[in-house]
Protein backbone atom coordinates (compact mmCIF):
# COMPACT_ATOMS: atom_id res chain seq x y z
CA UNK A 1 0.00 0.00 0.00
CA UNK A 2 0.86 3.80 -1.11
CA UNK A 3 1.47 5.03 2.32
CA UNK A 4 1.86 9.08 1.96
CA UNK A 5 2.52 10.96 5.68
CA UNK A 6 2.49 14.56 6.54
CA UNK A 7 4.26 16.11 9.54
CA UNK A 8 1.35 17.56 11.50
CA UNK A 9 -2.44 16.67 11.81
CA UNK A 10 -2.76 20.18 13.31
CA UNK A 11 -0.95 23.63 13.12
CA UNK A 12 -1.47 26.74 14.80
CA UNK A 13 0.60 29.91 13.76
CA UNK A 14 0.52 33.25 13.89
CA UNK A 15 0.79 35.78 11.04
CA UNK A 16 4.13 36.75 9.85
CA UNK A 17 5.50 33.44 11.19
CA UNK A 18 7.76 30.92 8.75
CA UNK A 19 5.65 27.87 8.06
CA UNK A 20 6.77 24.24 7.17
CA UNK A 21 4.68 21.52 6.04
CA UNK A 22 6.49 18.07 5.04
CA UNK A 23 5.39 15.23 3.20
CA UNK A 24 7.14 12.36 3.02
CA UNK A 25 6.30 9.06 0.62
CA UNK A 26 7.39 5.42 0.61
CA UNK A 27 6.96 3.96 -2.85
CA UNK A 28 9.59 5.88 -5.15
CA UNK A 29 7.03 7.97 -6.61
CA UNK A 30 8.45 11.00 -9.25
CA UNK A 31 5.65 13.07 -8.77
CA UNK A 32 4.23 14.48 -5.53
CA UNK A 33 2.09 17.90 -4.94
CA UNK A 34 0.59 20.24 -3.01
CA UNK A 35 -2.85 21.18 -2.20
CA UNK A 36 -5.21 23.37 -0.42
CA UNK A 37 -8.69 22.55 0.25
CA UNK A 38 -11.25 25.10 1.25
CA UNK A 39 -14.56 25.36 1.41
CA UNK A 40 -16.76 25.73 -1.81
CA UNK A 41 -13.67 25.82 -3.75
CA UNK A 42 -12.52 22.51 -3.44
CA UNK A 43 -8.80 21.65 -3.80
CA UNK A 44 -6.54 24.03 -4.99
CA UNK A 45 -3.06 22.85 -7.04
CA UNK A 46 0.02 25.05 -5.14
CA UNK A 47 3.15 23.50 -6.24
CA UNK A 48 4.14 20.20 -8.04
CA UNK A 49 7.45 18.57 -8.32
CA UNK A 50 8.37 16.08 -10.81
CA UNK A 51 12.05 15.16 -9.94
CA UNK A 52 14.01 16.13 -7.26
CA UNK A 53 14.81 19.50 -6.99
CA UNK A 54 12.27 20.39 -9.50
CA UNK A 55 8.95 22.32 -8.80
CA UNK A 56 6.17 24.00 -11.27
CA UNK A 57 4.01 26.51 -9.66
CA UNK A 58 -0.10 25.00 -9.46
CA UNK A 59 -2.76 27.76 -9.52
CA UNK A 60 -2.38 29.50 -6.42
CA UNK A 61 1.42 29.65 -5.79
CA UNK A 62 1.49 33.28 -4.62
CA UNK A 63 2.82 33.38 -0.24
CA UNK A 64 4.28 29.65 -0.74
CA UNK A 65 7.70 27.79 -1.99
CA UNK A 66 8.19 24.49 -2.27
CA UNK A 67 11.45 22.45 -1.45
CA UNK A 68 12.22 18.77 -2.73
CA UNK A 69 16.03 18.13 -1.92
CA UNK A 70 14.96 14.26 -1.88
CA UNK A 71 12.76 12.12 -4.16
CA UNK A 72 10.36 10.86 -0.98
CA UNK A 73 10.11 14.05 0.84
CA UNK A 74 8.43 17.34 -0.76
CA UNK A 75 8.11 20.22 1.66
CA UNK A 76 5.70 22.95 1.64
CA UNK A 77 6.72 26.55 3.03
CA UNK A 78 4.72 29.50 3.82
CA UNK A 79 7.30 32.58 4.15
CA UNK A 80 5.31 34.71 6.23
CA UNK A 81 1.98 32.81 6.79
CA UNK A 82 -0.94 35.28 7.14
CA UNK A 83 -4.57 34.67 8.20
CA UNK A 84 -5.72 33.87 4.51
CA UNK A 85 -3.47 30.79 3.97
CA UNK A 86 -5.97 29.01 7.05
CA UNK A 87 -6.95 26.14 5.43
CA UNK A 88 -6.59 22.12 5.49
CA UNK A 89 -3.43 21.17 3.36
CA UNK A 90 -2.99 17.74 1.55
CA UNK A 91 -0.27 16.53 0.36
CA UNK A 92 -0.27 13.91 -2.88
CA UNK A 93 2.23 11.58 -4.49
CA UNK A 94 1.60 10.10 -8.01
CA UNK A 95 1.79 6.85 -9.34
CA UNK A 96 3.30 7.32 -12.90
CA UNK A 97 2.93 3.28 -14.01
CA UNK A 98 -0.16 2.53 -15.04
CA UNK A 99 -2.89 4.57 -13.31
CA UNK A 100 -1.76 7.96 -13.26
CA UNK A 101 -3.13 8.04 -9.75
CA UNK A 102 -2.62 10.50 -6.59
CA UNK A 103 -2.59 9.10 -3.38
CA UNK A 104 -3.23 11.89 -0.56
CA UNK A 105 -1.63 12.18 2.64
CA UNK A 106 -4.18 12.73 5.86
CA UNK A 107 -3.59 16.58 5.63
CA UNK A 108 -2.75 19.07 8.18
CA UNK A 109 -5.15 21.70 9.43
CA UNK A 110 -3.44 25.36 9.44
CA UNK A 111 -4.95 28.12 11.20
CA UNK A 112 -3.21 31.27 11.46
CA UNK A 113 -3.53 33.60 13.94
CA UNK B 1 -16.88 28.55 -15.21
CA UNK B 2 -15.64 26.07 -13.64
CA UNK B 3 -13.35 23.46 -15.70
CA UNK B 4 -15.27 20.40 -12.94
CA UNK B 5 -18.83 21.38 -11.74
CA UNK B 6 -19.89 19.37 -9.23
CA UNK B 7 -22.69 19.67 -6.81
CA UNK B 8 -21.69 20.34 -3.44
CA UNK B 9 -25.11 18.44 -1.48
CA UNK B 10 -25.62 17.59 1.23
CA UNK B 11 -27.32 14.72 0.05
CA UNK B 12 -29.06 12.37 2.52
CA UNK B 13 -30.64 8.91 1.58
CA UNK B 14 -31.70 5.91 3.97
CA UNK B 15 -29.42 3.05 4.06
CA UNK B 16 -29.89 0.69 1.02
CA UNK B 17 -30.76 3.05 -1.33
CA UNK B 18 -29.16 3.91 -4.88
CA UNK B 19 -26.51 7.02 -4.34
CA UNK B 20 -26.07 8.96 -7.97
CA UNK B 21 -23.28 11.65 -7.49
CA UNK B 22 -22.24 13.74 -10.60
CA UNK B 23 -20.02 16.14 -12.47
CA UNK B 24 -20.10 18.05 -15.45
CA UNK B 25 -16.98 18.92 -16.76
CA UNK B 26 -15.82 21.01 -19.41
CA UNK B 27 -12.10 20.57 -21.34
CA UNK B 28 -12.76 17.73 -23.92
CA UNK B 29 -8.87 17.01 -23.74
CA UNK B 30 -9.31 15.32 -20.19
CA UNK B 31 -8.39 11.58 -20.46
CA UNK B 32 -8.46 10.44 -16.67
CA UNK B 33 -11.62 9.78 -14.79
CA UNK B 34 -11.79 9.66 -11.14
CA UNK B 35 -13.68 9.41 -7.48
CA UNK B 36 -12.19 9.68 -4.38
CA UNK B 37 -13.66 9.65 -1.27
CA UNK B 38 -13.03 11.57 1.82
CA UNK B 39 -14.05 11.28 5.53
CA UNK B 40 -14.35 14.07 7.32
CA UNK B 41 -10.66 15.61 8.58
CA UNK B 42 -9.27 12.96 6.47
CA UNK B 43 -7.33 12.74 3.56
CA UNK B 44 -9.24 11.60 -0.30
CA UNK B 45 -8.72 7.89 -1.23
CA UNK B 46 -9.04 6.63 -4.55
CA UNK B 47 -12.05 4.84 -5.09
CA UNK B 48 -12.40 4.28 -8.58
CA UNK B 49 -10.83 5.32 -11.83
CA UNK B 50 -11.44 4.75 -15.54
CA UNK B 51 -9.95 6.56 -19.04
CA UNK B 52 -12.27 5.62 -21.10
CA UNK B 53 -16.38 6.33 -21.90
CA UNK B 54 -18.40 3.52 -20.52
CA UNK B 55 -18.93 2.01 -16.97
CA UNK B 56 -16.81 0.39 -14.23
CA UNK B 57 -18.00 -2.14 -11.88
CA UNK B 58 -16.24 -2.57 -8.39
CA UNK B 59 -18.04 -3.98 -5.76
CA UNK B 60 -21.17 -1.58 -4.86
CA UNK B 61 -19.74 1.13 -6.61
CA UNK B 62 -20.21 1.83 -10.79
CA UNK B 63 -18.05 4.91 -12.27
CA UNK B 64 -19.94 5.97 -15.18
CA UNK B 65 -18.03 8.30 -18.05
CA UNK B 66 -19.90 9.77 -20.56
CA UNK B 67 -17.31 11.87 -23.01
CA UNK B 68 -20.07 12.92 -25.34
CA UNK B 69 -21.40 14.97 -23.29
CA UNK B 70 -18.60 15.38 -20.60
CA UNK B 71 -20.89 13.67 -17.90
CA UNK B 72 -19.22 11.75 -14.86
CA UNK B 73 -21.41 9.79 -12.48
CA UNK B 74 -20.82 7.50 -9.57
CA UNK B 75 -23.28 4.50 -8.37
CA UNK B 76 -23.38 3.34 -5.00
CA UNK B 77 -25.30 0.71 -4.51
CA UNK B 78 -26.72 -0.82 -1.40
CA UNK B 79 -25.61 2.39 0.64
CA UNK B 80 -24.15 2.00 4.38
CA UNK B 81 -23.94 4.27 7.13
CA UNK B 82 -19.95 3.70 6.39
CA UNK B 83 -20.61 5.31 2.37
CA UNK B 84 -21.06 8.57 4.48
CA UNK B 85 -18.35 10.86 3.66
CA UNK B 86 -17.41 13.90 0.83
CA UNK B 87 -17.05 12.00 -3.26
CA UNK B 88 -14.72 14.51 -5.04
CA UNK B 89 -14.84 13.84 -8.49
CA UNK B 90 -11.25 14.56 -10.74
CA UNK B 91 -10.72 14.49 -13.76
CA UNK B 92 -7.84 15.78 -16.11
CA UNK B 93 -5.02 14.70 -18.13
CA UNK B 94 -1.21 13.42 -17.14
CA UNK B 95 -0.09 14.68 -13.54
CA UNK B 96 -2.54 17.36 -13.86
CA UNK B 97 -5.92 16.59 -12.40
CA UNK B 98 -8.82 19.22 -11.72
CA UNK B 99 -11.43 18.29 -8.97
CA UNK B 100 -14.82 19.14 -8.05
CA UNK B 101 -15.69 20.67 -4.87
CA UNK B 102 -17.06 17.35 -3.27
CA UNK B 103 -20.66 15.77 -2.66
CA UNK B 104 -20.98 15.45 0.99
CA UNK B 105 -23.41 12.14 1.34
CA UNK B 106 -25.05 11.31 4.63
CA UNK B 107 -26.29 7.70 4.90
CA UNK B 108 -28.73 7.47 7.59
CA UNK B 109 -29.95 4.25 9.04
Known amino acids: DVKVTQSSRYLVKRTGEKVFLECVQD?????MFWYRQDPGLGLRLIYF???????EKGDIPEGYSVSREKKERFSLILESASTNQTSMYLC????????????FGPGTRLTVL | QKEVEQDPGPLSVPEGAIVSLNCTYSNSAFQYFMWYRQYSRKGPELLMYTYSSGNKEDGRFTAQVDKSSKYISLFIRDSQPSDSATYLC?????????FGTGTRLQVTL
Open chain 1, 27 to 31: MDHEN
Open chain 2, 90 to 98: ATGTASKLT
Open chain 1, 49 to 55: SYDVKMK
Open chain 1, 92 to 103: ASEDRGNTDTQY
